[in-house]
Structures are given as structure tokens and as C-alpha cells.
């Protein structure tokens, strides 16, 4: 995967790319789209706007909670082996119209403020970096752990959140490390099946997109594409990131623009909301963009676009919900 030690920040450059590539591009097999397929309406652009590191601050789920009330955004998900993880599922479980997964997490990215794995350091070494924390970057995963190593932490975190009385709407993966490797992707599609459970899995269909992925990095094997094309629970259309920007407004248009050139079908759109603190800037110099994130989809002018543009917000729940039908 990525071709240096800065692959964290990389990974969200590619996503940022992706974003713009995928705004003219929309999967589908025989000109049906996945969003046609559970039933959304045909030539609808269906979102799925997922507030992703919730628990691993208090900032973020503060920010998380707030979206989660006014229901301006639907999904999120908790890094479980996070400080304020536990937190967070307490909250989801007096909310039950919340739709909270579990955002699988094999590194710790930040330089001071990090994180151990769930699972007993003697099970799963190579998850382990030399500070005792998980590694900083998903080159440093995938050069070390082995796919038995990940399958035992993805199901620890899965099954902490289970014990606590919560069943998780859908699991996802920090900073792509589950698409690092053929044999990591085998086990985040393997274990979304064996616990019913959705990933965030991409459809593969398009050679443009598997192209795509292939320039930014991304292991996609004709091994990849058929585990993706032999996975039973649904796929996204799309998949991309808020934008950066100069300014809120700036952050804003281009997220509009991004909005406006997608096709039709369903597109996962990801974000990292967090309230302003002096603690939040000591963990993380994207801190700026997290607050403007914050404040960008209960804006009135956010809100009116996604009406005036006819857009349809869904979750996972819906989606499952559609799914089982």
C-alpha cells in the first residue's frame, strides 16, 4: 500500500481525489445501480453522510451526539479501543434511532495522544508497535501483522461493543487499513458476513474505479475484486471525503461542487466532526477542519441545498432495512 511514512496523511489525499474522480463515475452492473437495487428511487443520489473517530475524543462525540439529535446526520462510528469509546455506546444505547457501527481500528496515528489494541498484547504482537500502542501508519500493519492477528482484534472490537448491550449498524475501517492487503480485506468482508453486519464495501465493477484505486496505492488484486463481487450484504455506488478548505466557506462550496457532479447511486460521504477545544488542537493539526465539519450539515444553507437538489440522506439501518425486505 501507500509509498511512504506519511500514508495517514496520503490515505486522506486520496480520498479527497477519489472524491473528485468518483463525482463522474457511478458504479453499477447492467446500468442498475446499488441504491436501484435496495429500492431507492431510480436516478436519486442517495447519501450516506458518516461521522467517522467517534469515541476516540471527547470533542468528537460531543459533535457526533449533536448531529445524531437533529438528525442532520444519520451514521457513525466508534474506535473502540478509544478513551472515550465506552462513553459513546452508553449514549447510542438511550438513542435508539442513533445509527452507530463500529470503525475498526488498527492504527494510532497521532503523535502524543494513542491507543492499545483490545485484545492482549501477547495474541496479537504485531499489532504492537514499540511504544506499546498500535502502529502510526497502515504501512507499519500491514508490514507486521499477520490476517489472524487483525481477525482477532476487528472481532474484539466488534464484540465489546456487542457485550455492552449495543449491536453496531455497520463496521467500517480507520484510515482504509483493512484495504491495505488481499488478506485484510478477506477479513473485513469475511467477518461483516459471519456477524450480518454491512462494511463500507465498494463495488468493483468499473475497470476506471479498480484503476483508480490501483494509482493511489490500494492492493486491488483480481483477488480483491472477486471477494468484493462474491460479498452478500450491499455495496456503496460511491465513496468519498468532505473536501478540505481554506475557509468554511470554501469547505462548504467544495463539498457542494463534490454533491452536485456525483451520479445517481448511493455514495457514502465521510467526515470527522469535532467541537473546538485546546485539547483537541494538541491532538490534531486537521483540527480546523473537524470543527468546520462540525458546523457544516446543520447549516440552513447545507440543508436547503440538499432539498433544493432533491438528495436523499439515508443510514445503515435503512439500508439494511431495505436490504432484508
Keep these: 500500500m501507500f509509498t511512504n511514512n506519511k500514508s495517514g496523511e496520503i490515505f486522506r489525499v486520496s480520498l479527497l481525489l477519489f472524491s473528485v474522480f468518483f463525482a463522474g463515475h457511478t ?5 442498475i445501480t446499488n441504491a436501484e437495487k435496495l429500492g431507492f428511487p ?15 475524543c471527547e470533542e468528537a462525540n460531543i459533535a457526533v451526539q449533536s448531529y445524531s439529535l437533529k438528525d442532520h446526520v444519520q451514521s457513525a462510528a466508534v474506535m473502540m479501543p478509544c478513551p472515550n469509546a465506552e462513553e459513546m455506546v452508553e449514549w447510542a444505547k438511550k438513542h435508539p434511532k442513533a445509527d452507530i457501527g463500529v470503525h475498526l481500528t488498527l492504527t494510532s496515528e497521532w503523535k502524543k495522544y494513542r491507543w492499545a489494541p483490545l485484545t492482549k498484547a501477547g495474541k496479537v504482537p504485531g499489532l ?25 482484534e476487528v472481532r474484539a472490537q466488534i464484540d465489546k461493543m456487542l457485550k455492552m448491550g449495543y449491536t453496531p449498524s455497520h463496521i467500517d475501517t480507520h484510515m482504509g487499513t483493512l484495504y491495505g492487503s488481499a488478506d485484510f480485506v478477506k477479513v473485513f468482508l469475511k467477518v461483516a458476513q459471519e456477524y450480518k453486519i454491512p462494511a463500507n464495501a465498494i463495488d468493483l465493477n468499473d475497470p476506471e ?21 462474491d460479498y452478500t450484504l450491499p455495496k456503496l455506488d460511491n465513496f ?13 462550496q467544495n463539498f457542494f461542487n463534490l454533491v452536485s457532479n456525483l451520479k445517481p447511486g448511493l455514495t457514502e460521504i465521510i467526515f470527522h466532526p469535532s467541537i473546538e477545544t485546546d485539547s483537541l488542537k494538541s491532538i490534531t493539526g486537521s483540527w480546523q477542519q473537524r470543527v468546520w465539519e462540525a458546523k457544516m450539515f446543520s447549516d440552513p444553507v447545507v440543508i436547503s441545498f440538499f432539498k433544493e437538489n432533491d438528495i436523499v440522506l439515508t443510514n445503515w439501518g435503512e439500508i439494511m432495512q431495505k436490504f432484508n425486505q
Design 240 to 252: 468519498g471525503s468532505v473536501p478540505n478548505g481554506k475557509s468554511y466557506e470554501e469547505k462548504r
Design 209 to 229: 474505479v479498480v484503476e483508480f484505486y490501483k494509482q493511489a496505492g490500494y492492493p486491488i488484486t483480481d483477488e480483491v475484486i472477486a471477494l468484493l463481487a
Design 42 to 56: 431510480k436516478g436519486e443520489k442517495v447519501l450516506l453522510l458518516h461521522c467517522d473517530d467517534a469515541g476516540m
Design 27 to 31: 458504479i453499477a452492473q447492467n446500468g
Design 128 to 152: 504492537i508497535d514499540p511504544e506499546g500502542k498500535m502502529w502510526h501508519e497502515v504501512p507499519g500493519v500491514v508490514m507486521h501483522a499477520s490476517a489472524k492477528e487483525v481477525e482477532t
